[in-house]
């Protein structure tokens, strides 16, 4: 995982990176974005064409393309490391009024009310917009 922000009540945003990152953070918030990131790095890997001829080098910039072109995909953890909220951003973190962002909590309850301030410091880390109305799906 990488380190993204800091939020308040000594909680910290990470960026899932791989699909056993992701499949940890689906078995502790009991939900699917395990689904959602392979779907996510299949489509972008897709997209990849090498800029070489040369078979052995055809993958050598397909990590870097990966990563800017799929959704950021985002977890809040406390001081003790336990999974809080996960967050699905547009690539980049980017804005893209396209792009529908998903914040959920565990069994993909509404995070809003336990870590709203967390939800609004990610936010600004990116200059995002973050409301309840928007990025919450199940209303």
Not at 45 to 71: C, W
Request: net charge neutral; with cysteine; proline share 6%.
């Amino acid at each position: 995982m990488q380190y993204i922000c800091d939020a308040p009540g000594s909680k910290t945003w990470f960026r899932i990176e791989t699909e056993g990152e992701a499949a940890l953070e689906s078995d502790a918030m009991s939900h699917a974005v395990e689904k959602h990131f392979r779907q996510a790095w299949d489509a972008a890997a897709n997209s990849y064409r090498s800029t070489s001829r040369s078979f052995v080098e055809q993958n050598i910039g397909l990590k870097d393309h990966v990563r800017q072109a799929m959704p950021m995909f985002l977890t809040l953890r406390d001081a003790n490391g336990d999974a809080l909220a996960t967050a699905m951003l547009p690539p980049g973190g980017r804005s893209d009024p396209t792009f529908r962002i998903i914040i959920v909590g565990p069994g993909n309850r509404d995070p809003y009310s336990k870590h709203d301030e967390a939800i609004r410091k990610l936010g600004a880390h990116f200059g995002l917009s973050l409301d309840r109305s928007r990025c919450y799906p199940y209303r």
